[in-house]
């Protein structure tokens, strides 16, 4: 195993696709899945979404967050209480405790994704200090979408390069502009009913300081190279990713901390709840106002079947990394054996540790920047779009 590693670090300084080999540093699977995940319990502050992000006891109580009995996360929007006009429906958004560095793939295996009008999910990664130290949207889509959206946030001075090798169709190039700079996937049954009705699929990110990748592959099209990564993974016959971001046009090694996982589902708010654009995929009962999306869905005299597909199922989160690493949420860099960061092998989840640590900071280098709310960047783009 560490020898593997070794010799992975070495070649991985010359093409981007030497036979470089990623080591498994972190399994979110089956009864453990919620282990090492952080509830955020508080509204969405972010997003200005109608929800109240639950702490993790509500979570549980209220069957919000759960594994089934065929062993997949479930992570949804509440659609069985009452909620009287102008409160928030609760939901969940959930943080990773550990965080991941560059040379890491991170592979979100998922049956299922929340869609239907006034949804808004989304998988994705972020700093400690967020905004700053980047953002990386690997999922995310609204209402009656059907294709998945992926972007990156940054500072000022990065962009998305259309001469970089991709298969998507790039959107708005600067990742400092409020919508990020965007890749929608162009293969079938990336989002919303057509994901669901295939099986679901995987979205597989890999980042290092030369590039970020992003790829999608439905059910049946899901490399054995994916679906049999283990102790570790081989990224070598993955083909072109959908997404595409190289450091020719954004220094990555200087726009990117260390990065935490979330996942979350918010309702309405900056993106889905804008009225033109909730009219693009959604159908309005009479005239539509900037009220709409909230009185369709979100409060009780509106249309709950809309709320019977807003749910994650997630198969497996799995994470690899070059150098065989995982940042720990005390800023401790350490080295993890890939037997142990399975999570059937350990009961309790918590992936042991061996080998030496150091202090590695959090944050990445250079002044703190802010960029606008995620929000209004789908506003943007739909509009390039349609
Ligand atoms: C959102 O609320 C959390 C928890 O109170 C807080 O830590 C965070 O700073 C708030 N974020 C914004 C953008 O207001
Ligand atoms: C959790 O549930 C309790 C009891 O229903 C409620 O008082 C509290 O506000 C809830 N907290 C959150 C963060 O939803
Ligand atoms: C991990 O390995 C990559 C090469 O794959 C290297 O660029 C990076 O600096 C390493 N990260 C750490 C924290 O050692
Ligand atoms: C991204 O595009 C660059 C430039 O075309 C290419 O060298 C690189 O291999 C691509 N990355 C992946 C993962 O295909
Ligand atoms: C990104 O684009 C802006 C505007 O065109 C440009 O000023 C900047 O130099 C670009 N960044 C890189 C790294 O090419
Ligand atoms: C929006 O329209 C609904 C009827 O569809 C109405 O009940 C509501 O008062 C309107 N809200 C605003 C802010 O105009
Ligand atoms: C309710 O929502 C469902 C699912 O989104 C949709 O098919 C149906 O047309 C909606 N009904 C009304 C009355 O808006
Ligand atoms: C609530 O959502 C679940 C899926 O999370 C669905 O099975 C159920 O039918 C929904 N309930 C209603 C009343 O639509
Ligand atoms: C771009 O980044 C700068 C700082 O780097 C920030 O002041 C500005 O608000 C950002 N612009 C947007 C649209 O987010």
């Known amino acids: 195993m560490k020898s593997a590693v070794l010799a992975a670090v070495a070649l991985s300084s010359g093409s981007a ?8 540093v972190k399994e979110y699977t089956g009864s453990s899945f919620f282990d090492d995940w952080v509830f955020y319990d508080n509204y969405d502050n972010t997003t200005s979404g109608d929800v109240e992000y639950v702490s993790q006891t509500n979570a549980t109580s209220g069957k919000l967050a759960y594994v089934n009995s065929n062993g997949a996360a479930i992570i949804k929007v509440d659609n069985t209480t009452y909620v009287p006009y102008n409160d928030k429906r609760d939901s969940v958004r959930i943080t990773t405790a550990d965080y991941f560095e560059p040379g890491s793939v991170i592979i979100f295996d998922a049956a299922h994704m929340p869609y239907g009008c006034s949804i808004w999910p989304s998988f994705w990664t972020k700093g400690q200090n967020w905004p700053d130290g980047g953002e990386i949207d690997i999922m995310e889509g609204i209402n009656g979408m059907t294709a998945n959206q992926m972007a990156l946030h940054t500072d000022a001075g990065c962009n998305a390069s259309s001469s970089a090798t991709f298969s998507g169709t790039i959107g708005e190039t600067n990742c400092n502009s409020s919508s990020g700079c965007q890749f929608s996937e162009a293969q079938s049954n990336s989002y919303g009913e057509g994901f669901a009705a295939a099986g679901g699929g995987v979205f597989a990110t890999l980042w290092d300081n ?15 190279s994916v679906s049999s990564a283990t102790s570790s993974v081989d990224i070598s016959d993955w083909g072109t990713p959908s997404a595409n971001y190289t450091t020719g046009a954004c220094d990555l090694s200087t726009s990117f901390a260390a990065q935490q996982l979330v996942l979350d589902i918010t309702m309405c708010g900056t993106w889905a709840g804008v009225d033109t654009i909730y009219e693009e995929t959604c159908t309005v009962q009479g005239t539509a106002n900037a009220s709409s999306c909230y009185l369709q869905n979100v409060f009780d005299s509106g249309n709950q079947t809309a709320l019977a597909t807003a ?4 198969n497996y989160i799995k994470a690899f990394n070059a150098n065989g690493t995982i940042l720990t949420s005390s800023g401790t860099t350490t080295s993890v054996d890939a037997s142990s960061a399975l999570a059937s092998a350990t009961a309790s989840g918590s992936s042991s540790s061996s ?26 783009f739909a509009w390039t779009l349609m």
């Open 311 to 314: 749910y994650f199922e997630i």
């Open 17 to 24: 696709f030497a036979a470089t080999s990623y080591s498994l």
């Open 210 to 224: 030369t590039q970020i990748a992003i790829w999608f592959w439905t059910r049946s099209s899901v490399p054995s």
């Open 355 to 380: 080998g030496s640590s150091s202090a590695v900071p959090l944050v990445a280098g250079g002044a703190a920047k802010m960029w606008g709310l995620a929000a209004s960047a789908g506003a943007l």
